[in-house]
């Protein structure tokens, strides 16, 4: 999903449609989809309908004893205290994360969603509270003057999920406590509701947080365990998100733009922000979503290339942008989505475009540092769910020319066109081979065949046949699409002529580099397709927060 992958959009520049998608595989998505579709919409109205009965019957049980002495301990918080009555110190507050034994006999406040609710008889109940990731246990003990029963009861019949503020003592129990991440308790003083959760959740998180890998123990042993299919998670994406392992895997895309952003702006880029409304619509018949804008036909941008190389001649001389790409493909693969976010750089080039590539090495090298260094928490996260391997890569990154490449295929027996584009298969088999070989799963194939590039890429000095272009690959999948730009106007009409696209319709294009181009270059790469790939995920609606794909457009 790299934003390079098409030319830019709009009239100036014709979009080149992708490589066809084979067509079992579209029709065998697309239905499956459209049939969990229509279940999950009778399932929503039968859920709908239970929660409506459901929430009028804990209306009715979960109360305040008004005849307790020791009510105003606990209870559900009034509407116009959480309206911004009084301004408050949120360091009133101590987060989840931050209770450990140093704060041991000390009076703590925290808030956070009421994960796990269990009564021990009419005197005690425990409530695991969850926030950002983190849990820790708390205990509601009936005692003269300090709790009452009745607030035991209370706590009970909390919903779980409810978002709750809960003060008392911190206490460092003698055994470990296995089902949460703090090893200290709260011994509950306060309780109050800040807001209640449906009693019946659409999904459960403990079923959304569950891996295959104990469902299908669980079977072994003959026991059938909940499975949350992938439609399920994405209608009910506000509380899927919550499983530990969508914290780990959004937290961890946040440090990719974080991480793709400062290294840029310490090597000299400048981030940019371009237009996603184009004028005109896109030519070649490439896929592309087109609108009405105040009677123009205008389109959504596939890709920031036209305008960020102008910057280039804007003398901007090294610019990035992050931002989304739109994609009006009818793709049903589990790399594909109509809405990305578009991670782009384009640089001027000195002398030759491995320029270019030497960045994209010291980028991603340093991002896979970074990730694995600071972000193991998450990443354990995510591994528990989704067991995977960690990414194998080199501290100086493979680079092979596409010829290199195309003899490794055959030399495993592999048929393959020596000037044609690698498909699916082929891009994971020669994956495959180059980590046999080299022991790495990220590297860098260049010097394409000119045929497969777009029309503005630079051919190759010494032989025309080739082009001045690379593709970069995580675990045998395509994740960055690069080269060098044709700067010189008329010798750019001559390539867009020798590919059958009229000059006339990509004259705004062309004539952006009349005004004096200095050579430049530049890749684009998708942000969701990074940390799928990285994580060794089997689907990228896994790393799209609210995922659009050809038939999802909500949530």
């Given at each position: 999903m ?13 979009e ?5 998608q084979p067509?079992?595989e579209q029709?065998?998505?697309?239905s499956?989809?459209?049939k ?24 009715q049980s ?13 209870g559900?918080?009034?509407l ?7 301004a408050?110190?949120?360091r009133?507050?101590?987060?989840v994360?931050a ?6 006999d ?13 009564a021990v008889?009419k005197n005690?109940?425990?409530l ?9 246990q ?14 035991v ?13 809960i003060?008392?003592v ?6 470990q406590?296995?089902g ?9 003083r ?10 019946s959740?659409p999904?459960n998180i ?6 295959d890998?104990e469902?299908?123990?669980a079977?072994?042993a003959?026991e ?9 998670r994405?209608?009910?994406r506000v509380i ?9 895997i959004?937290?961890?895309q946040?440090q990719v733009?974080n991480?793709?952003r ?7 880029f400048v981030e ?5 409304l184009?004028?005109g619509?896109?030519e ?7 609108l ?5 036909p205008a389109?959504l ?5 036209l305008?960020?190389?102008m910057a ?9 942008e992050?931002g ?6 009818d793709?049903y693969?589990?790399?594909?989505l109509?809405e990305?976010?578009g ?10 475009y491995?320029?270019v590539?030497?960045?994209?090495d ?6 896979f540092d970074?990730?694995?260094?600071n972000?193991?928490?998450e ?10 391997e960690?990414?194998k890569?080199?501290?100086?990154t ?6 290199e490449?195309v003899?490794m ?5 592999v048929e ?8 699916t ?9 180059v ?5 790495t ?5 260049h010097r394409?065949?000119l045929?497969?590039?777009p029309?503005?890429t ?6 025309p ?10 675990r ?6 690069g ?7 008329d010798?750019?009409a ?11 319709t ?10 004096g181009?200095p050579?430049h ?9 990074v940390?799928?790939?990285f994580?060794?995920?089997n689907?990228?609606?896994?790393t799209s ?5 050809p038939?999802r457009?909500a949530?």
């Amino acid at each position: 999903m790299s934003t390079e992958s098409h030319a830019p959009s709009s009239a100036s520049v014709p979009e080149q449609p992708p490589p066809p998608q084979p067509q079992s595989e579209q029709e065998e998505d697309k239905s499956q989809s459209k049939k969990a579709a229509k279940k999950e919409a009778a399932k929503q109205e039968k859920l709908r309908r239970r929660q409506e009965a459901a929430l009028a019957s804990a209306a009715q049980s979960l109360s305040v004893d008004e005849d307790d002495p020791l009510s105003a301990n606990y209870g559900d918080v009034p509407l116009p205290e959480l309206q911004s009555k009084v301004a408050a110190d949120i360091r009133d507050w101590t987060e989840v994360g931050a209770l450990s034994s140093s704060l041991k006999d000390k009076y703590v406040l925290v808030r956070g969603r009421a994960q796990v609710i269990r009564a021990v008889g009419k005197n005690m109940a425990f409530l695991v509270i969850r926030e950002k990731g983190f849990t820790v246990q708390c205990v509601v003990t009936a005692q003269p003057d300090v709790v009452s029963r009745q607030m035991v009861k209370y706590a009970a019949g909390l919903s779980r999920e409810s978002i709750v503020d809960i003060e008392g003592v911190v206490s460092v129990p003698d055994v470990q406590i296995k089902g949460a991440t703090q090893q200290v308790e709260v011994q509950v003083r306060k309780l109050y509701s800040v807001n209640k959760a449906m009693p019946s959740l659409p999904i459960n998180i403990e079923d959304a947080a569950r891996s295959d890998v104990e469902i299908e123990k669980a079977l072994q042993a003959g026991e059938q365990l909940v499975r949350v299919n992938q439609d399920t998670r994405l209608n009910y994406r506000v509380i899927d998100m919550r499983t530990p392992a969508n914290q780990g895997i959004f937290r961890i895309q946040c440090q990719v733009g974080n991480i793709f952003r400062q290294f840029l702006l310490a090597e000299g880029f400048v981030e940019i922000h371009t237009p996603k409304l184009i004028a005109g619509s896109s030519e070649g018949g490439a896929a592309v979503f087109k609108l009405d804008y105040k009677g123009q036909p205008a389109c959504l941008a596939q890709s920031p290339q036209l305008h960020k190389q102008m910057a280039i001649c804007g003398d901007f001389g090294r610019v990035f942008e992050i931002g989304p790409v739109f994609r009006a493909e009818d793709s049903y693969t589990h790399r594909h989505l109509c809405e990305f976010t578009g991670l782009d750089v384009e640089m001027e080039i000195k002398k030759h475009y491995f320029e270019v590539i030497d960045v994209v090495d010291q980028l991603f090298v340093a991002m896979f540092d970074a990730l694995n260094k600071n972000c193991a928490k998450e990443l354990e996260a995510v591994g528990r769910q989704y067991p995977f391997e960690p990414l194998k890569y080199l501290r100086q990154t493979l680079k092979l020319t596409f010829e290199e490449g195309v003899q490794m295929l055959k030399d495993a027996g592999v048929e393959v066109d020596p000037l044609g584009d690698l498909n699916t298969e082929l891009e994971r088999k020669l994956g495959q081979l180059v980590l046999e070989k080299y022991g790495t799963e990220f590297y860098i194939l260049h010097r394409y065949p000119l045929a497969v590039r777009p029309f503005y890429t630079m051919p190759c000095y010494d032989n025309p046949t080739y082009s001045n272009s690379f593709d970069v690959f995580i675990r045998g999948e395509e994740i960055i699409s690069g080269a060098q730009r044709v700067h010189v106007p008329d010798f750019l009409a001559e390539r867009a002529q020798a590919c059958g696209i009229e000059v006339n319709t990509i004259s705004t294009y062309v004539d952006s580099f009349r005004y004096g181009a200095p050579p430049h270059g530049g890749f684009g790469v998708g942000l969701e397709r990074v940390v799928m790939l990285f994580l060794g995920l089997n689907n990228i609606r896994k790393t799209s927060l609210f995922p659009r794909d050809p038939l999802r457009l909500a949530p």
